[in-house]
């Protein structure tokens, strides 16, 4: 069984967002009733409620756009080579405020990522983190795997203003550490925990 227990040690900003919400960390546990962080000016946004997914075509592709996030695994060897899930970064199936939530991407694309020096769609982030942070292939832009994942994210979106940098979008900043990097130290904690 996979132990996280050294990834947190090495990640603070992920062990400090399980430890401050353990809920998030099970991405089968809806938290419709909790409050946003809200933009500059506005009310907190509110994702929907999972009973709200509209009981229709649209709904359904929703629903395995949830489907596919959650479990993501149900991809490998086809698009997905390693064993990572959407949820693995994007807490809460993608709902949890300061953990990339899934609602404000959406409303935040297209935008312009550095590391390509390049504007890029949403389609092309989702295809990217299937290629970079899931070691596979990306899935076609028109085909149902993308087209669901982002009738998911439209739907968490919403009523989410357009527009505006939502709080509580991407990661917090990590603070800086109090102590210089040490070769020495990171050596003890790879001989321990890797």
Known sequence: MFDPRPLLRL????AGLLLANPAAAQPSTPAPSTAWPAS???????PPAEDQIPDNRFGRLVRYGEHVFVDTQILRGK?????????????DRGRLANASPMWAAYV????HL???GREITLTQRIQGCFRFSMNG?????????IKALEAYFHWLATGAPKGVALKGA???PIAEPDRAPSIARGKQV?????
């Open 170 to 172: 991407g990661y917090p």
């Open 114 to 116: 550095k590391k390509s």
């Open 190 to 194: 790879y001989e321990a925990d890797c």
């Open 137 to 145: 292939s990306p899935p076609p832009a028109n085909g149902r795997v």
């Open 79 to 91: 698009y997905v080579g390693n064993g990572l899930q959407c949820v693995s970064c994007h807490l």
């Open 108 to 111: 935040g694309y297209p935008k």
């Open 11 to 14: 990640l603070p900003l992920a």
């Open 40 to 46: 500059k000016g506005r009310a907190p946004f509110h």
